[in-house]
């Protein structure tokens, strides 16, 4: 008999499959104001490793975390006219604070570039306060009309940086340097997600930015997400707030700048890329529990489990102890499939007379009998081939479903087909782009013929990576 | 000639002087919108290395970290009674959101208590689900009227633990837990502040609780500061939000709560604790600089203090280089002083040809030559050496600054005074407290006559600990 599915299927509904996994791997749930999510602890756990593995890497490239102000007075937005354009249609506004009405109104801070370059321009004096590379982990709002659940909240969690240079080449090779051995790193070694490095078209640009690059990771459907961002902002922040610097030869000149950022949205692209139809399957990298030791039954198994939970957290592995007796052992199973830890350990009173274990692996699927005494040695691989097996799972979806195509047409179906399409960008141009916009479709990125980032949009070979998105 | 003071004595100006360090050591400048705070990089990497050491607490007290959102209904904060009309004062509204006008007000989280009773109502079942401990760091918007930085802000940042019990004693046990085991360890071993546990009086009780416990820290001025405090909330908000359980012989109940906090306001504290006229004295266990090796000047001395600073990061110490030789030696020296990293390490040419180096510690004060080769055998003594004076000289100054006292006039007096009046509870009573309060004095805390937490208000022998406060 065919177990009842868990979830709906991925292939009859797959916004559905996604909300299915969120509720029932308890990961979040909805808000009570519109369009924000609660991040339950199972989801927390996930962001928190996010966090850990992010911020080694920050501050590797030399940037220090800070923290600046929730609230921005309205009048900062103001000052950089294509960012104000950009951010007022999703602002949040206090106007009453400690029971009275405000003189000016403040927002919520939907991005930090006003607010700091406020401060960057005190304290930056002379070239040697130069570069300044600062990073902060902090809470936004964008008041969302469609929102969906880590995808596009009205509040989310996220990193930005921001950074100042005394030249345009330092700013672009910093904004560089962060796309490809900051965010690339971690998305493709721990996410496992085969993500696609490019930059932006100027319709896709951050608002106020004068390049944007991105990474665009396929998920289990077809469409595209937004991974993360590193912008160049050129001069225009450090005009609008006389953010200048004495050179070492008596000049005062604008500092160049850059801001990145990456958020909670990295969850909900973990969950549809590597999520099937019994749940979410986490790279070993990246899970807080990258075992579970559980006990069927019995209280010798329950000593057992406790046992090899402590031999194999000696051996350098992240693992819990599942000996909730009180609890159905197929419920528990399940539950922890859909949680997607790698590895699952299971010990009943069977098991113990034979000294052996059955060893689940989510990721590829299959249980088999194995030795207790080696598992300590045989995990570690186990769990790099899982990671290394999500990577490449990854790459070939987005390589059997991607297709090179020579018109606009042959794009927006292979885009409504569920698949990515490449075309020159030559051939698209700033007019196809627009024409693809009706239908829903964009241009994700811009990559040269070797898959490398372009240096300039009209740099010649230069392809645009066509698709939904999300 | 004695050199010109870097900042104001605290002797002159004590809030000057807090002004003055944290300006000239870079911790935080005020931000924009009035109260609300910039955490500069070195002061936000102390709170940083506080989230770590608390957030290691907080998880081997079991609880899970968690994130609920900042915005908050309004009419959830009306729920319970005595709670609305606590933060009513102080809250921020926000009336607006993408472009317009919300149909229902939303206020900025002041604390959580009640979205999170919202969602513990959903998530809490049956016994089985108890003890919930959860956790979340977070910024919270409390409108102040006299803001000052670290102290009193109108943003501040803050780790709230929120726990549903299946019993009263479970609560209240727990609440006794994260007091002594989570707060008062760290505040003691790793602050080096020698904080007193009480409870507080039902006047100073937070708004919704039936139970506050607090920690209480003595400043450099001898006035009071409040340094963290965990509540037990009886069923005050489970009534409110009917959370509740059914229990093993089925019965439908109400869960018992606790909630408990600290926040940035521990960054004040640890400055007006250890910091002196040169500046801020960092203990070794907090510091996310314990040792900075400086080159004095030369190519001889940089090659060498890189070196050296390997050699000790490789022996386990938080170490920084400063081969800054752009900048005069002089002025360097004097900005490690104030931003209390506890040992410099000082080479010059003259050094490197002697094999030794200048040790120089902020903590105890005082400067010797050294054998660079003995350093890393040295330093890790010197460290906890240096930890363990700090807490010494907390300790004595609270006993100093201490006097037994038996008449309201005199418990006014000595805090008048800048010191701490032990008075018995019975002799000053509810009437004595509100005659204090006129003269800005107040009871921080209840303790038992062997400095044990009593477990009533009218425990027999409970002394008042009554002084001025932050």
Same mark, same amino acid.
């Given at each position: 008999m065919a177990k009842a599915p868990v979830l709906t299927p991925r292939s009859q509904d797959f916004p559905r499959w996604y909300q299915d996994l969120i509720n029932k791997a308890e990961l979040a749930d909805n808000g009570p104001v519109r369009g924000t999510m609660v991040i339950r602890p199972y989801g927390y756990g996930l962001w928190e490793r996010m966090q850990q593995e992010m911020d080694a890497r920050v501050k590797d490239a030399g940037a220090s975390n800070a923290y600046f102000p929730l609230f921005i007075p309205q009048?900062?937005?103001?000052?950089?006219a294509e960012h104000v354009e950009g951010f007022a249609p999703e602002l949040a506004v206090v106007t009453h604070g400690g029971g009275k009405e405000l003189e000016e109104p403040v927002v919520?801070? !939907?991005?930090s570039e006003t607010i700091i370059n406020d401060y960057f321009s005190k304290w930056?004096?002379?070239?040697?306060? $130069? !570069?300044l590379l600062i990073n902060q982990w902090a809470n936004v709002v964008r008041w969302e009309m469609r929102p969906r659940v880590? $995808?596009?909240?009205?509040e989310f969690l996220w990193q930005e940086g921001h950074t100042a240079h005394a030249t345009y080449e330092e700013a672009r090779d910093y904004a560089a340097y962060i796309h490809r051995e900051v965010y690339a790193d971690f998305m493709v070694n721990v996410l496992g997600i085969d993500v696609v490095l490019g930059r932006k078209t100027p319709r896709e640009?951050?608002?106020?930015?004068?390049n944007t690059l991105t990474l665009e990771g396929m998920m289990g459907d077809g469409k595209a997400l937004q991974m993360g961002t590193s912008h160049e902002l050129g001069t225009n922040f450090a005009k609008a707030f006389n953010t200048s610097y004495l050179s070492k030869d008596g000049q005062q000149k604008l500092v160049w700048q850059t801001s990145w950022g990456t958020s909670t949205r990295m969850v909900g692209g973990l969950i549809m890329s590597h999520g099937d139809d019994d749940g979410l399957r986490v790279p070993p990298r990246l899970a807080a529990v990258q075992v579970v030791v559980m006990a069927i039954k019995g209280d010798e198994a329950v000593a057992r489990v406790r046992e090899i939970g402590e031999a194999l957290r000696a051996a350098g592995l992240r693992v819990q102890v599942d000996?909730?007796?009180?609890?159905p052992f197929g419920r528990r199973a399940v539950d922890w499939e859909l949680k997607g830890v790698p590895v699952r350990i299971e010990i009943g009173p069977r098991d113990l007379e034979a000294g052996t274990a059955m060893l689940a692996r989510r990721i590829p699927g299959g249980k088999e009998p194995v030795s207790i005494e080696s598992l300590a040695a045989l995990l570690p691989k186990i769990l790099e081939d899982d990671q290394a097996l999500l990577l490449e799972q990854s790459r070939v979806r987005r390589e059997s479903r991607t297709s090179d195509v020579t018109t606009i047409e042959e794009a927006a179906e292979a885009a409504a087909a569920g698949g990515w399409a490449r075309i020159p960008w030559a051939t698209l141009g700033e007019e196809g782009e627009a024409k693809l916009a009706e239908q829903a479709?964009?241009?994700?990125c811009l990559v040269a013929e070797d898959g490398s980032v372009p240096d300039?949009?009209?740099?010649?070979?230069t392809v645009a990576v066509v698709a939904r998105s999300y």
């Open positions: 009048s900062y937005l103001t000052r950089e919520v801070r !939907p991005t930056v004096q002379s070239y040697r306060d $130069l !570069p880590f $995808l596009r909240t009205t640009r951050f608002a106020g930015a004068v000996d909730r007796l009180d609890t479709v964009s241009v994700r300039a949009d009209d740099a010649p070979g």
